[in-house]
Every structure is written in structure tokens, then in C-alpha cells.
């Protein structure tokens, strides 16, 4: 295995590129244009196609048209971006087509500012478009992890016919860490529902997403469901750090989980029982595995670069059993080990 020092947002296009990415459509915006930057230099040695579209609207219309012939095809953007995708991201999961759909996080709402931030995490597991649906979710806090993540998320698209997204922020988009590619086998396989060109090989296969017949459009959304249930019994993931004997279990995803690990060891060190929770998807959210990790704490403490988006889901994962205090910063500004550590201190007590 080859390892190699990269930022975040290059190391991620060059993992996608090795799992088979074929097409890429986007349009440029920060924290995210090294991955646009590096695909439009690599994509077309390596057999691929990129492609900078007029706007962010025709990047997620393009990535729909080249999912339904059966390629792999991703896309990247940041926050304002994506909610300029939404509708298109809401076609793609009506039609049941899969894709691969970065989302580097930063500050807002409104245009905000560039710096990192965690604050798409509503849009990202309640609402990244119209209708009933659900997209796969993963919260990465590694470079190396973004490269892992990007080679589960083509193929888990490709198993349940449905987008991927990849929750990143502008942390881990522009930090630089040694990473490993694996030798990695693409699977891009049979797709016989794609409209790839039939030659009277086989039915005529047709992607839509419109439903003019009720009980027929409920029939599809329902059936899809069905999927969805399936898949948060077997896909969702999560790290447990010393949870064991945690009185106080800290939630944090993605890049701010490396920043509440290191105030969870300073609060060891002080005598305080305290574990961290890491979702490493955040849809689907992993319950069960929080239900577990907090079995003996007293208290949990959900720390985000948001106002506290990821409450709620912690809440509902327990039950409403236990208190849920909150800590995070907001706007671009990143929380540090002392101000977390702070609020376990209040929570626990030092002893």
C-alpha cells in the first residue's frame, strides 16, 4: 500500500477516481475547489469524464443524467451549493439512481463565510430536498477516513440505489495528514435498470421520477421505506471511546470529535468517568449502538460546530431518558479542547 501526505478534499477526488468514479460535475466554491481543481487535471488520464458546469443547478441535473445510464458519478459543493442541488438531489432519489455527493461544510446560513462548520447537518438527514426520502449519510474525521469512506459510499449506492453524501467540513477539506490508498476493486457490475442502451437485449428501461397515479407514486415511496428500514438495521456506525464506564457520554461527529477526544482524555486524566460518541453515519443515525454506549452514563453532551443540530437525534436514540446538555460554536469558529473540557467539568465535577 501506497501512502502519501494529502489534503483532505485531494485525497477524497483521488479515492474517488480509484472506486471508479467515472463522471464528475461541479461547479466551484470554497472550502471544496481542490477537489474540483484535482479531478479536472486527473479525470480524463484516468478514462473519466469532468466537466465544469454553468451553475451548481446544472451539476446535480448532469450527475442525474449520467447516473441513469449506470455510471459511477459524483459531484462536490459546500453549503450554499447544495441547497442549489436540492431539487435536483430530490430527482435522483425519486428516480432511485445512485451517486456520490460531497458536502465540504461551511459557516452560514445565507452565503455566511468560509471557514469550517457543521451546520448542514439538518439539511444533510432531514431535509436535502422535497418528498419523502432519505439519503446515506457519512460524517468522516480523517483524512485517511474520507478516502476509506468514498469507496463505501459508490458502492452502498450502488447496493441500494440511492445517493450517498459525504458530510465533511472545511477542517478536514483543507488539513493535510498521511494517508493509505488501498488496492481497491470498483464495482460498478450489471446494472440492468439502466438506460444504458438496450439493442432489443432486454425491456426498455425508462427513469422518472413522476407518478401521476396516487396510489402508484405511495406504492413506490412506501416500497422505498421498506428499504430504508433495511438499512438502518445494517448500516449504521459508530466509534465508542471509553464509554464502558462513562457517567457522561460526549456526541460528536466528524472533525469536531478529534477536538472532544482530546478534552475526554484531559477529563480521564482529572478522574472524571467520562467516553466519547462518534456517529459515523449520521443517517442513518446510529441508536442502538448509542443506547449501548450510554447504558451507565447520567448525562450526555452533544458538542458541534452548529446550535445543536444533532440534538433532537440523540434525544429520540435514548429515548428521552437521560438529560442531553449541549455545547458548540457556531459561524466558523471551531471549538477547542479547553472550552469542551470546561463544560465536562461542570457536568462531573473534577475529583
Known amino acids: 500500500m501506497e501512502r502519501s501526505l494529502m489534503k483532505g478534499n485531494e485525497a477524497l477526488a483521488e479515492a474517488a477516481m480509484r472506486a471508479g468514479c467515472q463522471c464528475f460535475f461541479g461547479y466551484p466554491i470554497t472550502p471544496q475547489t481542490e477537489i474540483s ?5 486527473k479525470m480524463a488520464a484516468n478514462g473519466g469524464l469532468f466537466l465544469q458546469a454553468e451553475s451548481e443547478v446544472a451539476a446535480i441535473n448532469m450527475v442525474l443524467g449520467a447516473a441513469s445510464t449506470g455510471v459511477r458519478v459524483m459531484t462536490s459543493s459546500s453549503s450554499p451549493g447544495i441547497s442549489l442541488k436540492s431539487e435536483g ?3 435522483i432519489a425519486g428516480s432511485d439512481l445512485p451517486c456520490v455527493i460531497i458536502n465540504v461544510q461551511r459557516g452560514g446560513p445565507g452565503l455566511g463565510g468560509i471557514q469550517p462548520s457543521q451546520a448542514d447537518y439538518w439539511q444533510a438527514t432531514k431535509g436535502l430536498g422535497h418528498g419523502d426520502f432519505h439519503v446515506l449519510v457519512y460524517a468522516p474525521a480523517s483524512v485517511q477516513e474520507m478516502v476509506d469512506v468514498v469507496v463505501k459510499a459508490f458502492d452502498k449506492a450502488d447496493e441500494y440505489r440511492m445517493p450517498a453524501m459525504i458530510l465533511a467540513d472545511g477542517i478536514l477539506g483543507q488539513m493535510m495528514e498521511p494517508v493509505t490508498f488501498p ?17 432489443n437485449k432486454r425491456e426498455h428501461n425508462i427513469i422518472n421520477s413522476l407518478y401521476l397515479q396516487p396510489d402508484v407514486l405511495e406504492k413506490s415511496v412506501v416500497d422505498r421505506y421498506e428499504k430504508y428500514k433495511k438499512i438502518e438495521e445494517t448500516e449504521a456506525d459508530a466509534e465508542s471511546y471509553l464509554c ?6 460526549v456526541c460528536a461527529f466528524g472533525a469536531t470529535a478529534r477536538v472532544a477526544k482530546s478534552a475526554v482524555n484531559q477529563a480521564r486524566e482529572k478522574g472524571i468517568k467520562v467516553g466519547l460518541f462518534r456517529p459515523k453515519t449520521v443517517w442513518p443515525f446510529p441508536a442502538k449502538q448509542l443506547q449501548e ?17 444533532m440534538i433532537d437525534d440523540i434525544k429520540l436514540a435514548i429515548n428521552c431518558s437521560k ?4 455545547f458548540g460554536r457556531t459561524g466558523g469558529v471551531i471549538p477547542k479542547p479547553t472550552e469542551i473540557l470546561d463544560e465536562i467539568v461542570r457536568l462531573g465535577g473534577a475529583k
Do not use: C
Open 293 to 309: 454506549a450510554s447504558k451507565n452514563a447520567k448525562t450526555l453532551l452533544s458538542v458541534e460546530m452548529s446550535m445543536g443540530q
Open 183 to 199: 488496492e481497491i476493486e470498483a464495482k460498478n457490475g450489471n446494472k440492468p435498470w439502466a438506460a444504458d442502451g438496450h439493442k
Open 89 to 91: 438531489i430530490s430527482y
Open 244 to 249: 464502558e464506564d462513562a457517567e457522561i457520554v
Open 37 to 41: 481543481a484535482y479531478l479536472a487535471k
Open 323 to 326: 438529560p442531553v446538555e449541549f
